[in-house]
Structures are given as C-alpha cells and as structure tokens.
C-alpha cells in the first residue's frame, strides 16, 4: 500500500470515528436516540442501494472490447476541418475504473469528400482514460488519445456522459484536441457506423 492509500484509509478511518463520535453524543443527550439510529440506518442502506445499483449497471465489462468513435468538428482554428467527421476504431480495456487502450483512424468525410484509411495510412494512437462514477449524478467516460499524424503527434480529449440504461445505442459527448484548436460532438458505439466511407465509397463503385 502506497503512501497515498495509507493517507486516504486513515483519514476515512478518522472521519467515520469522529462522525459516529458525534453522533453517540448526539444520541445520549436526545429522547428520540432510537428515531436518530433509524434514520441514519435509512440513509447507510439508501446510500448502499445506490451503490450496487450504479455498480451492475455499468460493469467493467461494458467498456472493454473494440469500440467505433465518429468526431464532429464544430470549432476549429483551420477552417478545413470545420464540419469535418472523423471515424477512429478503438480496442480497449478496463478494472472499472482505469482505460487502456489503441486507436486507428480509419476515414473522414470532409467538404473536400470521403477517405477511407487502409493499413500503414491509418494514423495510430494510445487510449488512456478513466470512468468517473458518480452515484448521485450520471457518470462520465474521460478518454484521452495520444495520436500520430503525419507532421506531428496531436492529443484528443473526449467527454462522454454514460448513460445507466443505455444498452445498444450510441452515447454522445464532447471532443478537444490540440489539432488546430478544434472541438466538436462525439458519437461512440459499439457497431460500426452505417456512414462510414468504406461503406458510402463501396455504394458508389456499385
């Protein structure tokens, strides 16, 4: 156990002592100490139920695998890019909390028109994230992308709210990255997208 965690296990072993302290205290000195006792015992359950309810509902299991990221550009620096949608595939896995994974470029449909990437032409990247899990507030995918471009590596940040009771479909967020200032909307899932330009070009050839 590192320094930190014997920092965080005595100051909660700390604060439970002080509050049950407290609340001993409290009890003694009131009339209705059985009431006081219930109601804490209500609040410890609720908050328990909570718990394992938040914790089934978004297993390790639902974020591990391969995952298929589409980017919107809205805001950007380099006016190209602007509308630009951006298709990346993604191998990930997780403990529940910590992300690691891989990322391929795979295609961007642009006003200039659709490009699908095949082989050594797919730009790599290194996925690294957390799940944030809030138990009184929807929880929160944080991922980060180290990516190789072809002048230079760019940082992808992306922001994806999860929801308890979304099974299938995709979840949407936000997106920075340090390539050209550029942000946008995010569409992530785990079926491949219907207007990917593997798909769009192969219809056109037909």
């Given at each position: 156990m590192n320094e930190s965690a014997d920092f965080d296990f005595?100051?909660?072993?700390?604060f439970l002592k002080t509050f049950l302290n407290t609340l001993h205290s409290f009890g003694t000195n009131s009339s209705?100490?059985?009431?006081?006792?219930?109601?804490v015992l209500a609040a410890m359950i609720?908050?328990?139920?909570?718990?394992?309810?938040?914790?089934?509902?978004?297993?390790?299991?639902?974020?591990?695998?391969?995952?298929y990221l589409e980017t919107i550009?809205?805001?950007?620096?380099?006016?190209?890019?602007?509308?630009?949608r951006t298709f990346r595939t993604i191998i990930m896995f997780t403990?529940?909390?910590?992300?690691?994974?891989?990322s391929e470029r795979t295609g961007?449909?642009?006003?200039?028109?659709?490009?699908?990437?095949?082989?050594?032409?797919?730009?790599?990247?290194?996925?690294?994230?957390?799940?944030?899990?809030?138990?009184?507030?929807?929880?929160v995918l944080h991922l980060q992308i180290v990516e190789q471009g072809r002048k230079r590596d760019s940082s992808i940040y992306l922001k994806i709210p999860i929801s308890t009771f979304e099974r299938k479909g995709a979840l949407t967020g936000?997106?920075?990255?340090?390539?050209?200032?550029?942000?946008g909307d995010v569409l992530w899932q785990?079926?491949?997208f219907e207007d990917h330009p593997s798909i769009s070009l192969l219809s056109q050839s037909s």
């Open positions: 005595y100051f909660i072993w700390n209705n100490y059985g009431s006081l006792v219930a109601a609720t908050a328990l139920v909570i718990f394992l309810i938040k914790e089934s509902r978004i297993p390790a299991s639902r974020f591990c695998g391969v995952f550009t809205i805001e950007t620096a380099y006016n190209p890019f602007k509308d630009m403990d529940g909390h910590f992300i690691q994974g891989t961007e449909i642009s006003r200039e028109g659709s490009a699908e990437h095949i082989g050594d032409k797919r730009c790599r990247g290194i996925v690294n994230g957390r799940i944030e899990k809030n138990y009184t507030r929807g929880s936000r997106f920075y990255t340090t390539a050209a200032n550029s942000s785990r079926q491949s």
